[in-house]
C-alpha cells in the first residue's frame, strides 16, 4: 500500500505561526545588531529576547483595528516586552521586516523541494539500471521509429531531473536575499551592518541594493523554476498516461486492491495520478505569469504584488512538493510490461529496420536516393498489405541483387539498436 500524502511541513513553512516567527527573528537579531553599534542597551536587548513573543490571535484581534499587519504585529510583541518594545522596528520599515522573513520562508520551502528532487533522481537511476536492456519501440510522431530500452526513457528523466536540481540551487540563492534598508533603500535610518547581521542569522545573502523591496525578478525566477519543473513532470507523467492506453499497455500506473477506476465501467484502470500531475503543472506555469506581472512595481514600490505572493507562493510550492511526492511513488510502484513492449515492436512486420537496410544499401554502393526509393517502396507495401518487411526484401529483385538472403536476415536483429547503450550508462556511472 501507498503510504498517503500529508504536508505538515510546507503547511507549517507557509502557516501564520511560522511568518510571524520569522518576523519576529528579523526584529530581535536587528535589536541584536543595534546593541552591537550602542543603539540598544545591554538590557533592553537582554528583555526583548526573554520576553519577546506573540499569538496569531491576538495579532489578528489587533489587525481587525488597524488594517495593517505590520503594525498589528509590532503592537502584539510589545504587549508581552513592554517598555523596552520601543527599541523594535527602530529604523526599519515594513517590507524591510516582510521581504526578509519571505524570503527565509521561501528559502525553506525551496530546500523542501530540492529534498523530493533528490529523492526522486535515484529512483530514477534505480529503474533505469532495472530495465537497461528492456527492448521497447521509440516513438517519433506516435508513430513507431526505432528500437529504445525503457531503462533509456529512465535515464533521460533523470538527465532532465539533474538539470532541475541545478535550476532549483540556482533559483535558490536569487531568493535567499534580505533588506534591512529603509523606506526606499537609503540606509538613511538604519546602519547597513544591521542589514548585514540579520541576514547572515537567517542564512541569507544582503540584496546588494534594493528600493523599499527586495526586487521581484528573483521571486519571478523562483516561480518559473517551479514551472520548468512542474513541466517535466508533466511531460514523463503523459509519457506514462500514452504508454499506458489499452492498444499499447507497456506500462500502468499501480493499481491497489479495493481501488475503483470509474464509477459506470468496473474494468477500468486509469493513469489518475498522472493525469492530475499534468493538470497541477498548468497551475505553477499559470502562477509563473503571475510572478512575472509582479515585477513592473510603480517607482519605488507599491504593493500589487503582495496579495499575489500569498497566493502563488504558498500554492506553487505546496503543489510541486506533492507532484513530487506522488510522481516519485508513481515510478518506484509503476508497473512494466516487457512482453507487450516486444508485442508492440512486431506490430510492423520489421519496418522498424528501414533504415539499416537503407544505409546497407548506401554502403554497398547506391545513391542515398536510390536506396530510400527501393526500401520505401517496400516499406510502403507492407503498410499497405501488412506483409513482412523482411520477406518482401527477400522477393525484390533489385535489393536481392545487391544483398544476399543472408545479409538481409542479418539486418533485423534488435541488438544492433542497442549497441551504444552501455556508452550512455557511463556517462552516468551506470
Known amino acids: 500500500m501507498i503510504e498517503r500524502y500529508t504536508l505538515p511541513e510546507m503547511k507549517r513553512i507557509w502557516s501564520q505561526e511560522n511568518k510571524y516567527r520569522k518576523w519576529l527573528d528579523v526584529e530581535i537579531y536587528a535589536c541584536e545588531a543595534m546593541a552591537e553599534l550602542g543603539l540598544v542597551p545591554p538590557e533592553s536587548l537582554k528583555i526583548i529576547k526573554e520576553k519577546a513573543d506573540f499569538t496569531v490571535d491576538r ?7 488597524t488594517n495593517h499587519d505590520v503594525i498589528a504585529f509590532l503592537t502584539c510583541v510589545a504587549e508581552y516586552v513592554g517598555e523596552d518594545s520601543k527599541y523594535i522596528h527602530m529604523g526599519l520599515t515594513s517590507s524591510d ?4 522573513a519571505l524570503a527565509a520562508q521561501m528559502k525553506e520551502a525551496g530546500e523542501m523541494i530540492l529534498s523530493r528532487l533528490r529523492e526522486l533522481r535515484p529512483v530514477l537511476l ?6 537497461r536492456n528492456t527492448v521497447m519501440m521509440g516513438r517519433t510522431h506516435g508513430v513507431h521509429a526505432e528500437p529504445i530500452t525503457f ?7 533523470a538527465s532532465e531531473t539533474d538539470r532541475n536540481i541545478e535550476r532549483m540551487e540556482r533559483a535558490l540563492e536569487s531568493v535567499s536575499v534580505g533588506k534591512i534598508s529603509g523606506a ?8 547597513p551592518a544591521i542589514e548585514a547581521h540579520v541576514c547572515q542569522r537567517l542564512g541569507l545573502k544582503p540584496a546588494a541594493i534594493s528600493t523599499q523591496v527586495v526586487q521581484r525578478d528573483r521571486h519571478a525566477e523562483f516561480l518559473s523554476t517551479m514551472a520548468i519543473i512542474g513541466s517535466s513532470l508533466e511531460k514523463f507523467a503523459t509519457e506514462i498516461r500514452s504508454l499506458q492506453r489499452t492498444e499499447i499497455l507497456e506500462v500502468e500506473e499501480y493499481f491497489a486492491k479495493g481501488q475503483k477506476g470509474s464509477s459506470a465501467m468496473p474494468h477500468k484502470r486509469n493513469p489518475i495520478t498522472a493525469e492530475r500531475i499534468t493538470g497541477m503543472a498548468r497551475l505553477l506555469r499559470g502562477n509563473a505569469l503571475v510572478a512575472m506581472e509582479n515585477v513592473a512595481l510603480w517607482n519605488e514600490r507599491d504593493i500589487s504584488h503582495s ?3 500569498r497566493i502563488i507562493l504558498p500554492d506553487s510550492t505546496t503543489a510541486l512538493d506533492y507532484m513530487l511526492y506522488k510522481f516519485t511513488a508513481m515510478i518506484k510502484n509503476l508497473l512494466i510490461y516487457p512482453e507487450n513492449m516486444i508485442k508492440n515492436l512486431n506490430l510492423t512486420g520489421g519496418l522498424l529496420f528501414s533504415q539499416r537496410v537503407l544505409l546497407t544499401l548506401v554502403n554497398k554502393g547506391l545513391t542515398r536516393e536510390r536506396a530510400y526509393d527501393l526500401v520505401q517502396r517496400n516499406a510502403m507495401e507492407s503498410w ?16 536481392a541483387s545487391i544483398l544476399s538472403a543472408e545479409e538481409i536476415d542479418g539486418l533485423f536483429d534488435y541488438s544492433y539498436h542497442l549497441g551504444r547503450v552501455d556508452e550512455i550508462y557511463q556517462r552516468f556511472g551506470l
Open 384 to 399: 499497405k498489405t501488412g506483409s513482412n518487411f523482411q520477406e518482401l526484401l527477400h522477393r525484390d529483385a533489385e535489393v
Open 126 to 131: 534505480e529503474r533505469a539500471a532495472e530495465h
Open 184 to 191: 526606499v533603500g537609503t540606509y538613511a535610518n538604519i546602519n
Open 97 to 100: 521586516v516582510l521581504d526578509t
Open 307 to 309: 496579495s499575489v505572493e
Open 151 to 157: 531503462g533509456l526513457k529512465m535515464l533521460l528523466w
Open 59 to 65: 495579532v489578528d484581534e489587533i489587525e481587525a483595528v
